[in-house]
């Protein structure tokens, strides 16, 4: 079934320490890509999100992530992490142009960053 | 600032009743879609809808579930009778369509079926 996948279910990280989210997705064709944050308690974010042009997107708070099209990823970069960075990570896609521009979302990563 | 706002934010009710949860777009969108966010499945697309018709509700349980927008600036999402797998945070999002889109998500109706 196509799906969208985020391999590390919970990460633990020191603070200061680099950070990268797995996303893969199986939609074939043009595919628009997006990173949620959500907060403790709160609704989600857009962190960033990819359409075309330059396959290295930056978003808000130092969050970047590369579009690998051969590789179907969009994985999530952090340098250098921070407490506040505690949250769930959700990899969207909205599969290839057919009118409905739904949004299909991974199970979500739990970060947890340590002070 | 302009938001999606969901009403209520927390329900609390006993089984075999009767569950309504609301939605008030971001003014001039005109796609909703309802989202439910368990621990086991993650979020899951219940329903959307592109100017007020509803596109896709493959992901709704159809026996107890139903999903409207009366108008432009309400959706609604109604489970009767309600069970205690119903049990989740349900996530109102918004947006408008074109290309270069995003959704934009409301603080959520968290429910629990006692």
């Known amino acids: 079934a196509q799906s969208v996948s985020q391999h590390n279910h919970h990460v633990i990280l020191s603070e200061a320490a680099s950070l990268e989210l797995g996303c893969n997705y199986s939609?074939?064709?043009?595919?628009?890509l997006f990173w949620y944050v959500q907060y403790p308690g709160q609704h989600l974010q857009l962190l960033l999100k990819y359409f075309s042009g330059d396959p290295l997107v930056k978003g808000i708070k130092g969050f970047e992530a590369e579009f690998i099209k051969s590789k179907f990823s969009f994985n999530l970069r952090k340098p250098s992490v921070q407490w506040s960075d505690t949250a769930e990570y959700f990899c969207?896609?909205?599969?290839?142009?057919?009118?409905?521009?739904?949004?299909?979302f991974g199970t979500g990563t739990r970060l947890k960053v340590l002070a | 600032d302009a938001r999606v706002t969901q009403t209520p934010r927390h329900k609390v009710t006993e089984m075999g009743q009767e569950v309504t949860m609301r939605c008030q777009p971001i003014l001039g969108h005109n796609t909703v879609f309802w989202y439910r966010q368990t621990m086991m499945q993650g979020l899951e697309l219940l329903a959307y809808f592109r100017n007020r018709a509803p596109l896709d509700d493959s992901g709704m349980p159809k026996d107890r579930f139903s999903a409207e927008m009366p108008d432009a600036t309400l959706a609604t999402l109604k489970i009767q009778p309600s069970e205690p797998r119903d049990s989740a945070v349900y996530f109102c999002a918004s947006a408008f369509f074109r290309v270069d889109t995003e959704a934009f998500f409301g603080q959520g109706t968290r429910l629990t079926v006692v």
């Open positions: 969207a896609v909205t599969p290839p142009a057919s009118g409905t521009y739904k949004y299909i």
């Open positions: 939609y074939g064709g043009t595919v628009n």
